[in-house]
């Protein structure tokens, strides 16, 4: 990857669409520091956090089927996510509603990791884990991480989180990289394995598969947009509606899940702040 490219990750192309300034505010915070904004630098979450150690633990047993042919015991991949959560929360975490405290993680992490387990003993993984990235024209590279590519070309992504999202164009971002790297893709599928509260069941893990072809072309279409915004954003760099609007209406617009919250980079987070107070109203 040559140094000065810029680089669009395919986990980055969901979140594009639902708010163009707040991921291009994750993407490239180099470029936009440069052109003389300030954006923040968010807490690292419970929840992801949970899902990196969640995805460890299963790689560590699907590294195994691979090399051994056994995909070794459920206290197996536990400990390793047990382990890599400790590693992950060194410098601190922000709690949520939904694990408030470091034995409620742990409870979840271990739940979560062994409704996994089933599923990962049916798969047949070729490769875990896999960084991929491709030239995608006028110093543009698209990167992905694959979590498990399949002998018959299915693409597996994980999801951990307390909702289910929408994926598709991560998938098809993938099955770009995927296939430029000379794998077969077959399919693109999220497995959600759900993070609920301590004192609830843990539900199954579900299954959705997107198309193949659809998912592709949408993913394309996005990653131009990307590069047509950056390049606008290149050319005046204070017209920011003309390159990365932004959108006040996500669910995530909040000093929690964006950098651009209460900077001067995004203005749109002071109309929602806007609200009357009592006094403002004439007895
Ligand atoms: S503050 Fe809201 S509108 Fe502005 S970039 Fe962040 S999410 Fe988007």
């Known amino acids: 990857m040559a140094k000065d490219e810029t680089i669009i990750r395919c986990s980055a ?16 915070q180099e470029e936009i520091e440069a052109a003389g904004y300030e954006v923040r630098q968010l807490a690292a979450s419970v929840g992801s956090a949970l899902g990196t150690s969640a995805h460890y633990g299963i790689e560590v047993v699907l590294t195994n089927k691979i090399y051994n042919g056994q995909l070794g015991s459920v206290e197996d991949a536990c400990n390793a996510a047990v382990d890599k959560f400790s590693e992950e929360i060194t410098d601190g975490v922000i709690w949520d509603d939904t694990t408030p405290s470091l034995n409620a993680a742990i409870v979840q992490l271990r739940r979560q990791v062994q ?54 164009l991560q998938l098809g971002g993938y099955a770009l990289l995927a296939k430029s790297a000379g794998h077969e893709v077959n399919s693109l599928n999220v497995d959600w394995i759900p993070r609920v509260g301590k004192t609830k069941h843990q539900p199954p893990v579900t299954t959705t598969t997107y198309p193949l072809q659809q998912s592709q072309t949408d993913a394309y279409q996005v990653i131009q947009r990307i590069k047509m915004d950056v390049q606008q954003f290149r050319k005046d760099p204070d017209r920011l509606y003309q390159s990365f609007p932004a959108n006040p209406m996500s669910m995530l617009c909040s000093d929690k ?27």
């Open 115 to 168: 409704a996994y387990m089933p599923m990962a003993a049916l798969l047949d993984p070729k490769a875990v884990e896999i960084s991929l990235s491709a030239d995608v024209g006028d110093g543009f590279t698209l990167a992905g991480h694959i979590d498990i590519l399949e002998h018959n070309g299915a693409i597996r992504d994980e999801k951990y989180g307390a909702r289910e999202g929408q994926f598709w």
């Open 13 to 28: 192309l969901p979140a594009y669409m639902d708010c163009n300034r707040r991921a291009a505010a994750k993407l490239f």
């Open 257 to 283: 899940y964006c950098p651009a919250h209460g900077t001067e980079f995004c203005n749109a987070w002071k109309y929602q702040a806007a609200k009357p107070k009592e006094e403002d109203f004439p007895v």
